[in-house]
């Protein structure tokens, strides 16, 4: 006979798998990290491609956990094409701290693949050298295929192209080859969560009320029949 704890176990196994293959196989799998960028705007959601460039997503996602992105901001806005955010270093309106800063200042391997550009998208922004990826990333405002092959995909929004719709919106002036926003866009916050975790743990407290339930009602019946 399986005990409570059997069920659950099986259930968080089937659990865990039915998210491992949710994703489309049209698309590279996105992992279950999810993060969040918070604007006077609204928020940007956006998740990342650990199976295409790992490197680069361990990276960006060890600057947001350590905080580095907080009031850094959109220093480029390019209506239908990107919306850029700057380098932490010198992007900041708040100093950072020394691991902060250690981890701002590395660089990443260029990890080109086949994803294409198109509305959504994150992709590494670099000098020219291809290994010379930073901080700076930006969120594709529609499809770009000229940059396929030469910029790292790492991830892609996951919810908030209606505030990205919004800043396409604001006023903005060039200086050279970019097109700026006339007033700073700031990243006000950031945070972080997993969706495996999420999903998983309503599902496991359900199922834990459920069976406990079960349990009282079986032995509600035993002590009727054998009393």
Same mark, same amino acid.
């Given at each position: ?12 196994? $089937? ?47 060890? $600057? ?76 594709? $405002? ?27 919106? $604001? ?57």
């Amino acid at each position: 006979m399986w005990s409570c704890n059997s069920v659950l176990n099986v259930f968080l196994c $089937l659990c865990f798998a039915f998210v491992a293959v949710g994703a489309s196989s049209g698309e590279p799998q996105l992992g279950s990290a999810r993060v969040v960028f918070q604007t006077e705007y609204g928020d940007i959601e956006f998740g990342f491609y650990p199976t295409v460039a790992p490197k680069t997503v361990d990276h960006i996602f060890k $600057l947001v956990r350590l905080g580095c992105y907080n009031t850094n901001h959109f220093f480029r806005i390019d209506k239908g094409f990107v919306a850029q955010v700057a380098d932490v270093v010198g992007g900041r309106s708040a100093p950072m701290n020394e691991e902060q800063r250690i981890e701002a200042e590395k660089t990443v391997v260029g990890e080109f693949s086949k994803v294409k550009h198109v509305r959504g998208i994150l992709s590494m922004g670099r000098y020219s050298d291809p290994d010379s990826g930073s901080s700076s990333f930006s969120m594709l $405002l529609g499809d770009a295929p000229h940059l396929d092959g030469e910029y790292a995909i790492f991830g892609k929004v996951t919810k908030g192209d209606d505030t990205l719709k919004k800043l396409e919106q $604001l006023p903005t002036r060039r200086e050279g080859i970019f097109v700026m926003p006339k007033d700073r866009i700031t990243i006000l916050s950031s945070y972080y969560y997993d969706t495996e975790m999420e999903s998983c743990e309503h599902d496991r407290s359900s199922l834990k009320r459920r069976l406990a339930a079960s349990f009282v009602e079986i032995e509600r019946q035993r002590m009727k029949c054998f009393p």
